[in-house]
């Protein structure tokens, strides 16, 4: 890995990027930064991507101009953020991200523990160079310069993409216990591109697992939902497992992974089916996805139970075991409280959709409940993994075209009424 001051740089001819895959946004930022005289970098992900030859979901940039600065130059802006603060620039077809250049911060301006190297403030300003070392992967540390057309690399980035390597910036267990999160997207990384992770990375992963209990509820459940939507959460949930991070995280996951052992082999697919689906851009909604991660318990538990009676469980009992299920995991991982709500209604309402025959009228009964659209989502995903109930589906999907349905969505807040006060008329002094 490079730790020179002086960067490598492929000049335009020595690197595959061109505008025209560049996203026109980004570009109006990029080219309003360099008139006004600061210096604009598009970086991270969409670097790394395009010079992989992919297309990149996100432009972002970083930029020597404080926040306060972009503000002034871009009206159409917005600083948002506090232990990172970034500025969003808003376009009619999207949002660019701009990031003033950061450097490692002192341990003395944390709010962590004596001895913990977790970052709780990320807002010191500093120098490109600063900006490249304070990264998590080498390949997410490139920077392009629409001013040269040209790649710039302080960190060993581009050896890194060629050799098809997830390599953390520095000491892997310091910026693994700096933020714990690092190590699921190390994973989620590997498994989307198919790269391999560096010896000492995976060993500081298998040391430093339980660290990851110390990360915010939020941002695991926000990295969770990426994940499924990334078309590659079977690779990426495998390193993970293999590492023993899995388990810790979700072991939600580790049960579909294991599910041959468990007598229920018709869940191995789950996940490989997601992808299939993400990949095909079928919309699912995020209860869909948290109800996939949950069902083969809820299937499991439910036919344990079956087997126990000797009879088809009860509506009221099912509901009762998916709370039982599901419980755990919503505790666990800060999950909005109707995503968790819808998620429970898709699994009860999947059950129910290819439980017995429906007549006409009993189908667009239910297919006007809000849980309908996630539980056909739900109901998708396990065709896709078992080959099975095809037919049903396709029935099912006749009804959504036919029937407007509606998904459960999170309440609005009501605006407190501003108190309204009478005008005094004044008095006519005679």
Known sequence: MTDSNEPRVLDRSEHPISRKNINSNALKVLYRLDRAGFKGYMVGGSVRDLMLGRRPKDFDVATDARPNQVRRLFRNSRIIGRRFRLVHVFFHDGIV???????DPDPKEQASAPGELLITSDNVFGTPREDAFRRDFTVNALFYDIGQFSVIDYVGGIEDLAAGVIRTIGDPEVRFREDPVRMMRACEMAGRLSFTIDRQSQAAIGKLAREIEKAAPARITEEIIQLLRCGAAGPAMQWMHDLG???I?????????????HGAAEFERLIPAIDTLVRRRVELSDPTLLAALLLPGVLMRRRQVEEETGRRIQRWRLRELTEQVTAPFFARHTVARFKAEAAGLALETFNSLGERRWNVNERIQLARRTSFLDALGLFEIMVEATGEGKSEFQAWQ?????????RAQPPRRSRPRRPRYRRRRGRSVE
């Open 97 to 103: 991200e701009l990031a003033t250049f950061r450097r």
């Open 245 to 247: 991070l899995l388990a």
């Open 249 to 261: 995280v979700l072991p939600e996951a580790s049960l579909i992974l294991a599910a041959r052992r």
């Open 398 to 406: 006749r009804v959504a075209r036919e029937v407007p349905s509606r």
